[in-house]
């Protein structure tokens, strides 16, 4: 919904544009970096929306397979990373939760109906060849190693014959209390996790027997085992302990470190851990007894995480594609702290005004990006929302409608004229003489000829719900409500009139901004391009997932910056049937709405207030 500013910025106004070369960075200015090459740090490249619940993942090849719950097991094509795709499923008879492949079987484990084999040898085509091995033990996860598998529930570790895919046994069994959460092989030894590390000896597989464990009073979730070390993750204490096991009767810990929330899995690869949480964590354990955090990536609840090459792949629900060449995250800037809550940024100049919520507006010196400082602010009747601007005025649309502010003196703006909107208004964007207020759930068009007197000169009825985006640019307004995006001619401000709409697809769209030929649409978890060349016909011409639940858009140059849960990812729309994520940069509070002006994105921050950071260079021709 907070799209308007953008979409005045760019339709209204003329940025500047970042250039750079093959550098993440250009030279920094007051110690700010004038722009960055996002794909230089970990980011998310790509995504894909599963049907049933992603599990658990594992990797084989081109090839990703995601245990998806009530879905069965999904086969994705993940030879392009940036654009994973599913190419084939099949749907087996539990629920699958976990997932392991050897040659051309995948081996799912499946709840109540146990272990199911799938034959995979034709990836789009995976069909059901066996299953049933230890039913009614609620298989929670599989491994397998040389001829076994080993499968974790609720009755303990199955140790199954799979020499023969086609006709798997039993071989043996070993009870242990409580529900798996993993399983890992390393060696002659499963390290289990249900509750507690349980270390079994599986050298006899027809005898197998727990050896050791490592019992502290928390419920284990993860497992990853390199050298001599386990990596045991912990959910409800947000930690992830390292245990030495060179004897593995008694393992002892060695170190921990405290992760951003509940620690769901792990695995190491080379130096690093990854810890999947309610982020990606890259933790640095070169030295084991001395693990450090590198990055946190935001990713949403993640219930696995598998890495190979340079990317690591989380099922979070879907399944999401994280480049970790570089396990550096790209950095906020700057940051000042607001009085109340910021929900909307306009950046006009030197100064960035702010929609603070109960503490109105709020005007920051942007001059050094670095230490933005808050010059002057004015209270406002109704909550601040919006903010735009044009001119020596700011228009804020509030709960008691739209406010127009005179800025001319940046250290004591004053409210100069209003209008009264019943409901109050949650949206604003402008042009020369006309504001355009989103009034849920109406759309009005405001003469601000003489912006002391403010007039409303035409209403449009039953627009959109609270949650709608809308952008102005030119002769027409650009309305994203609900499942429909619209078009509405406003050449004749007092007669605004609905020429076009499309429904790009069954998302509840949320925001949209407007550049050149093309809208771009906010449906969580994606972003819909959509071709407005010819405004009565509106048409979809791309789209991109990964972006988790989406709050607004913005669009500057061949990029488009989105803002959400995961924080600010950066698309780049250069080519607009195929947008493709290059970054993205943790914000630090709950976002609301950004606006970009030349080397620098201005994030709404929530109760964090504004955060600066760097925008995407341009690349040189």
């Known amino acids: 919904m907070r799209s308007l500013v953008p979409a005045y910025l760019i339709s209204l106004a003329v940025l500047s544009v970042s250039r750079c070369g093959e550098d993440p960075m250009t030279p920094p200015v007051d110690g700010a970096p004038n722009c960055i090459a996002y794909s230089a740090y970990l980011h998310a490249s790509g995504a894909v929306r599963t049907p049933g619940d992603a599990q658990a993942v594992v990797l084989a090849g081109s090839h990703a397979y995601v245990a998806d719950g009530p879905s069965g097991l999904q086969v994705i094509d993940i030879s392009n990373p940036g654009a994973p795709a599913v190419i084939g ?169 405290e992760t951003s929330g509940g620690a769901n899995d792990v695995t190491v690869a080379g130096s690093y851990a990854y810890v999947a949480d309610s982020n990606l964590q890259v933790i640095d354990v070169s030295h084991p007894a001395s693990p450090t955090i590198v990055s946190t990536l935001k990713t949403g609840i993640s219930n696995d995480v598998a890495v190979a090459g340079s990317y690591a792949y989380v099922a979070n629900s879907d399944l999401l594609v994280i480049d970790v060449s570089n396990p550096a995250v790209a950095r906020t800037i700057g940051n000042v702290d607001t009085p109340g809550v910021a929900v909307g940024v306009a950046v006009a100049g030197s100064h960035a005004y702010v929609a603070d919520a109960s503490a109105g507006l709020q005007l920051v010196d942007i001059s050094n990006p670095v230490a933005p400082t808050i010059v002057g602010s004015v209270v406002t009747p109704g909550t601040a929302w919006a903010v735009a601007v044009a001119g020596q005025y700011a228009y804020v649309a509030d709960g008691n409608g739209l406010q127009v502010i005179d800025i001319s003196n940046p250290v004591a703006p004053a409210i100069i004229g209003s209008v009264v909107i019943p409901g109050g208004a949650q949206d604003v964007a402008v042009d020369t003489s006309h504001a355009y207020v989103f009034g849920f759930p109406d759309l009005l068009v405001i003469d601000i000829s003489n912006p002391a007197v403010p007039a409303i000169v035409a209403t449009m009825h039953d627009v959109g719900p609270p949650d709608a985006g809308f952008a102005v640019a030119g002769s027409y307004a650009y309305v994203a409500a609900g499942y429909v995006f619209s078009v509405i001619n406003i050449s004749n401000p007092v007669a605004p009139t609905l020429i076009g709409e499309v429904i790009p697809g069954w998302l509840a769209f949320s925001d949209v901004a407007v550049a050149g030929s093309y809208a771009y649409v906010l449906g969580s978890p994606s972003l819909r391009v959509i071709d407005i060349s010819s405004p009565a016909s509106p048409a979809m011409v791309g789209s991109v997932d990964a972006l988790g639940e989406t709050h607004d858009v913005a669009v500057d140059g061949s990029y488009a910056y989105v803002l959400g849960s995961a924080g600010l990812r950066v698309i780049d729309i250069s080519s607009p049937a195929s947008p493709a994520i290059v970054g993205s940069v943790n914000a630090m509070g709950e976002t609301h709405d950004v606006a970009v002006d030349g080397s620098y994105a201005y994030v709404a921050d929530g109760q964090a207030g504004l955060t600066i950071v760097p925008a995407q260079c341009e690349r040189l021709p």
Do not use: C, E, M
């Not at 197998?208 to 993860?222: L, S």
């Not at 990596?231 to 930690?239: G, I, Q």
């Open 89 to 257: 499923s099949v749907d087996t008879p539990g629920d699958a939760r976990g997932v392991a492949v050897a040659g051309s079987y995948a081996y799912v484990a499946d709840g109540a109906a146990g272990l199911q084999l799938v034959d995979i040898s034709n990836p789009a085509h995976p069909a059901l060849v066996g299953g049933g091995v230890a039913p009614g033990d609620d298989a929670q996860t599989v491994v397998v190693a040389g001829s076994y598998a080993y499968v974790a529930g609720t009755a303990g570790l199955k140790i199954i014959d799979i020499s023969n895919p086609t006709s798997s046994a039993l071989v043996g069994s070993v009870d242990v209390p409580g529900d798996a959460r993993d399983v890992t092989v390393a060696g002659s030894y499963v390290y289990y996790v249900a509750g507690s590390l349980k270390i079994i000896d599986i050298s006899n597989p027809a005898s197998p027997a727990i050896v050791g464990a490592y019992a502290p009073p928390f419920v284990a979730t993860g497992v990853a085992v390199a050298g001599s070390y386990a990596y045991v993750t912990y959910s409800f204490l947000n930690r992830l302990i390292v245990l030495d096991i060179s004897n593995p009767a008694v393992p002892v810990s060695v170190a921990s470190v």
